[in-house]
């Protein structure tokens, strides 16, 4: 069964720190990993989404990287800002689609 | 708009007082699926639907039932709501199988007292 584990489960940085957020899942049958975004009683925004054979893929100040093989994902977000302040979801998909319990996110002017 | 729509967005019940959570989609997805969010278990999945009339359990399906008469709605169905029901229900499409990008809704925040 894939298991998903997100590391940290907090992080609070200052204001314009570059800072990496680690998913990591057990099974490396997978057809795409995907990040989100949730902000507080609100839904799930998607971020980026990196297919199986891809190794990264990038979105402004976001890079999502993908080695499947070692069943990691970074999500990198340079340049941090008091809006970035959320909590950010990893999930990965084969036949279903799994998600670690995510990264709350702080950013402090 | 491209959209997800989900209906009621709170709702409080009692126990056993059969309820019903709409989902809508307007992208002609063909895959839709329901989720539950809890503290410290993150998103878990109750049922998901490949197509019209093609649907099956994910992972904790005990208690719900789900319905695709139509390729555009997705209803999450509780017969008799208990209240280790209460959460964060979350329902989603996309385009085809779960391996083309997720949208969600804004979620239904249920009680059950």
């Known amino acids: 069964k894939q298991e998903v584990t997100q590391i940290p489960a907090a992080l609070s940085v200052p204001e314009g720190e570059n800072l990496v957020l680690n998913c990591s899942f057990t099974d490396s049958a997978i057809y795409n990993l995907q990040w989100f975004r949730q902000d507080p009683g609100k839904g799930l925004t998607s971020l980026l989404l990196?297919?199986?054979?891809?190794r990264e893929q990038t979105s402004g100040r976001l890079n999502a990287s993908l080695d499947k093989s070692s069943g990691r994902s970074t999500l990198y977000i340079a340049a941090s800002q008091p809006g970035d302040s959320a909590t950010y979801l990893c999930a990965v998909t084969y036949n279903d689609m799994r998600f670690g319990a995510g990264t709350r996110l702080t950013v402090k002017p | 708009e491209a959209q997800v729509t989900q209906n009621p967005r709170y709702l409080i019940t009692v126990t056993g007082k059969k309820l019903t959570v709409t989902c809508s989609q307007n992208m002609n997805h063909e895959y839709m699926s329901w989720y539950r969010q809890d503290p410290g278990l993150g998103l878990r999945q109750i049922y998901y639907s490949m197509n019209v009339e093609v649907t099956d359990k994910g992972d904790v399906p005990e208690g719900y039932k789900v319905s695709r008469k139509e390729k555009r709605n997705f209803p999450l169905i509780l017969e008799s709501p208990s209240p280790n029901q209460t959460s964060l229900y979350f329902c989603?499409?996309?385009?085809?199988?779960?391996?083309?990008?997720?949208?969600f809704g804004q979620g239904t925040r249920l009680t059950v007292v």
């Open positions: 990196i297919q199986s054979s891809q």
């Open positions: 989603a499409s996309s385009l085809e199988a779960p391996n083309t990008e997720a949208f």
